[in-house]
């Protein structure tokens, strides 16, 4: 199973971030997002589509239907700027955990 | 609060082998799944092993399988990775991760441990 991000997006601070993360009918499957900034470790974002743990900025939101689902960070601020990726349980084989290819956001 | 501490990384030669350990604290260790994932220098994340909450179940990577082994000992909350004939392509760092409770995702990451293959 495949999933695909773009490569890099950019922002003004206080505009709207949009991530996609394209898959075959991803849709019928729960996407994870992590933010990773540089010499970080990985922290979640955003699970099971929408769901955000404790910690994480409301402006952080997520969506999923079809064939892509989307990361929306709003009001975005110079922290934000981070490594995205987006992550899914596939089933379908013994290769379930996926990952896409992450996307860097710049903050302009 | 949930911690993860990886140890065990460092220099090995092409076909090396090397084992690295993951202490965990903050959370009932034996009710989770534990996975490694790891990160090429400059690449993307790439999960590698995930191994069920009783140690029963395992599963890895096409691009790992045969050479690495993910172990557990719940009584020592502490997650293992043997790898073995190592390849300049495993170098990276390698992260450990909680799984989250129906293992889907992953929850809580460590600070990650750095390994290269390199003669």
């Known amino acids: 199973y495949v999933l695909t991000q773009p490569p890099s997006v950019s922002v003004a601070p206080g505009q709207t971030a949009r991530i996609t993360c394209g898959g075959d009918?991803?849709?019928?499957?729960?996407v994870h997002w992590c933010q990773q900034k540089p010499g970080q470790a990985p922290v979640v974002v955003v699970y099971?589509?929408?769901a955000r743990p404790s910690g994480v900025p409301e402006r952080f939101s997520g969506s999923n239907s079809g064939n892509t689902a989307t990361l929306t960070i709003s009001r975005v601020e110079a922290g934000d700027e981070a490594d995205y990726y987006c992550?899914?349980?596939?089933?379908?084989?013994?290769?379930?955990?996926?990952f896409g290819g992450g996307t860097k956001v710049t903050v302009l | 609060e949930v911690q993860l501490w990886e140890s065990g990384g460092g220099l090995v030669q092409p076909g090396g082998s090397l084992r690295l350990s993951c202490a965990a604290s903050?959370?009932?260790?034996?009710?989770?799944?534990m996975n490694w994932v790891r990160q090429a220098p400059g690449k993307g994340l790439e999960w590698v092993s995930t191994?069920?909450?009783?140690?029963?179940?395992?599963y890895y990577a096409d691009s790992v399988k045969g050479r690495f082994t993910i172990s557990r000992d719940n009584s020592k909350n502490t997650l293992h990775l043997q790898m073995s004939s190592l390849r300049a392509d495993d170098t990276a760092v390698y992260y450990c991760?909680?799984?989250?409770?129906?293992?889907?995702?992953?929850?809580?990451w460590g600070h990650g441990t750095l390994v290269t293959v390199s003669s």
């Open positions: 991760a909680k799984g989250s409770a129906d293992g889907d995702y992953f929850d809580y």
């Open positions: 903050g959370f009932t260790f034996r009710n989770f799944p």
């Open positions: 191994l069920s909450s009783t140690g029963q179940s395992t």
């Open positions: 009918n991803i849709g019928s499957k729960r």
């Open positions: 099971e589509d929408s």
């Open positions: 992550q899914v349980w596939d089933g379908s084989s013994d290769q379930d955990w996926v």
